[in-house]
């Protein structure tokens, strides 16, 4: 059984470009979130993928997408972006059921804007 | 509105000793609490959760935690503390009523001194 993968494992940008993040979710997970963790806080909800369709997200402006892929693996992308995006972004996988609830985490992307 | 609240930013126990990480929430309906480990450089792990049954729920690592549901609380322990305990705990809830969202707290730093 292979965790969840993320990559790249740190990335440099500066404001205004575009950066796509990648995650590959846990064997036998159909449900993958996203969540942006800043320095020293706990992480944000950004949203939530179930069968490819987005099915929740959080606070976030529409310039934070997403997608995911038959195979449940899924992408993160953030247009124009700015210094306050600098944070680690964490991709977890789940099987959505009633039963259970936990997540689990990549090791993240490191994101700094310049 | 959900929130949940980790009072300690940063928690100190001698190796040996108990320990005790806190946390209370706020949630509309019967919650569902977890807790996560993260170690430097890495994504969050799963150490336990509550959702419905006996209040002491164990986890990983030796970890248990209490559900108080008057005082809406679900503290974290361990009877005898080791050294790579050292850590950073968080604290989340999800909301019966929603699908989706994990609400974080903003984690409290465990150090096990020798």
Do not use: M
């Not at chain 2, 002491?56 to 549901?69: C, I, P, R, T």
């Not at chain 2, 705990?89 to 994990?102: I, P």
């Amino acid at each position: 059984e292979t965790g969840v993968t993320q990559s790249p494992t740190h990335l440099i940008k500066t404001r205004g470009q575009q950066v796509t993040l990648r995650c590959s979710s846990q064997s036998g997970h159909n449900t993958v979130s996203w969540y942006q963790q800043a320095l020293g806080q706990g992480p944000q909800f950004i949203f939530q993928y179930y069968r490819e369709e987005e099915n929740g997200r959080g606070n976030f402006p529409p310039r934070f997408s997403g997608l995911q892929f038959p195979n449940y693996s899924s992408e993160l992308n953030v247009n124009a972006l700015e210094l306050d995006d600098s944070a680690l972004y964490l991709c977890a996988s789940s099987l959505f059921s009633s039963d259970s609830y936990e997540q689990y985490f990549g090791p993240g992307t490191r994101l700094t804007v310049t | 509105a959900q929130s949940v609240a980790q009072p300690e930013d940063q928690v100190n126990v001698a190796e040996g000793n108990p320990l005790t990480v806190k946390c209370t929430y706020s949630v509309s309906g019967n919650p569902y609490l977890f807790w996560y480990v993260q170690y430097p450089n890495r994504g969050l792990q799963f150490l336990l959760k509550y959702i419905t049954g006996d209040n002491l729920v164990k986890g990983s690592y030796g970890f248990e935690a209490e559900f108080n549901k008057s005082q809406t609380s679900f503290h974290l322990k361990k009877p005898s503390a080791l050294v790579s305990d050292s850590a950073l705990y968080f604290c989340a809830v999800r909301d019966e009523g929603s699908n989706y969202q994990l609400i974080w707290g903003a984690g409290t730093k465990l150090i096990i001194k020798p």
